[in-house]
């Protein structure tokens, strides 16, 4: 059986190394961190050399809040970092817009991050919005950044253990704003422009890379926002999110992460338990849950694919020989979904096959988009 542990509130990530050797950020990456770490990279870094991140979103018709859950739940140290605060206002009234400078270094601040610090982004889906968070990161330039492939649900299926409540206060830093990589964002205007280019044609189209379902980007089935109109941007093409995702399937999904009351005897802290692994597909043996959780129960979560399978996916969306332009940095990518959340997720891909240049993110998305009477939309016939 899994391990099942709970830590205090007050317990510090440093507190879970134990006896174990434990190294910096620095000493295993330097400056180049990677963009995806597993949990055993993660616990095997120095706790004091890494800022830990819970990005969790939800969609807005969603009864769960990100928040309350992190509060219940969440890898220790851990701080909460809202992507819909963390963000621009914009006329529309559309959500976690890529913020300013200033607000995004008061962020930093705020989470006790400096320019310097190795920041681990992760969510409860999975891989979800952490990817979104990441590429906020780094278009700031803070490229010591990464996500926890399968975030906190493979974190648990690693046996590691997870606390609640009230955090530790936040030891606020300095961060001066830096200059945002305007290249990596592309606003409504820049994709109208755009779509009015043939792709097959036009050397100089960008490709719009759409992260929605596939029955959303044809126009067969609505959007989750009532009254807006499904269907694509002209000369886009469709990549749901999905499909470059590998699902993890759980009997029991997360149950050895409940609450331990404090009576219960746990694992020491600083004890490694077994590692079932999280490989896609793989059913772990689970102990049943013996109390309240704070969240339904998923059926799955979701690990990023292999660089190999991401460029099989790719490939298929666009044809070897435009992909090949693509990876080549010969033409531009943007990736678009429905609120510029799961764009995020196409972003990762493109930048784990080593896409070169700069690949970019149209902030609004769909939304946005649809939202404008005078946007063309198209639908299959």
Known sequence: MLARALLSPRTSFRSLAGSARSLSSDSIFGDACPLTLTPSQLRGLEPGSVSILDASWHMPNSP???????????????????????????????????????????????????????????????????????????????????????????????????????????????????????RVVKSYEQIVANSALDPS????????????????????????????????????????????????????????????????????????????????GRKLELEQPTGAFPWPLPKEYTTLKTSTQLLGVLEQALGKERLGEVLGGRRGVVASCGSGMTAGVIWLALQMVGVKGAPAIYDESWTGYAMRPESKIEKTQ
Request: net charge negative; proline share 12%.
């Open 64 to 182: 769960r809040k990100a928040r309350d859950e992190w509060l219940q739940m969440r890898i220790p140290g851990s701080r909460f970092l809202d992507l819909d605060e963390v963000a621009s206002q914009h006329p529309l009234g559309l959500k976690h817009m890529m913020p300013s400078s200033e607000v995004f270094a008061q962020a930093c601040e705020n989470l006790g991050i400096s320019p310097q610090s190795h920041v681990v982004i992760y969510d409860t889906h999975g891989v979800f919005s952490s990817p979104r968070a990441l590429y906020m990161f780094r278009a700031f330039g803070h490229n010591r950044s990464s996500i926890l492939d399968g975030g906190l649900p493979a974190w648990i299926a690693h046996g590691y253990p997870t606390n609640k409540g009230d955090p530790e206060p936040v030891q606020k830093t300095s961060y001066s704003p830096t200059k945002l990589d305007d």
């Open 201 to 280: 044609r036009d050397s100089l189209a960008d490709i719009v890379l759409d992260a929605r379902s596939n029955d959303r980007y044809l126009g067969t089935a609505p959007e989750p926002r009532a009254g807006l109109s499904s269907g694509h941007i002209p000369h886009s093409f469709s990549l749901p999110f999905t499909t470059l995702l590998n699902p993890v399937a759980l009997d029991t999904p997360l149950a050895t992460a409940l609450p331990v009351p404090p009576s219960e005897t746990a694992p020491a802290l600083g004890a490694h338990p077994p590692q079932l692994g999280g490989q896609p």
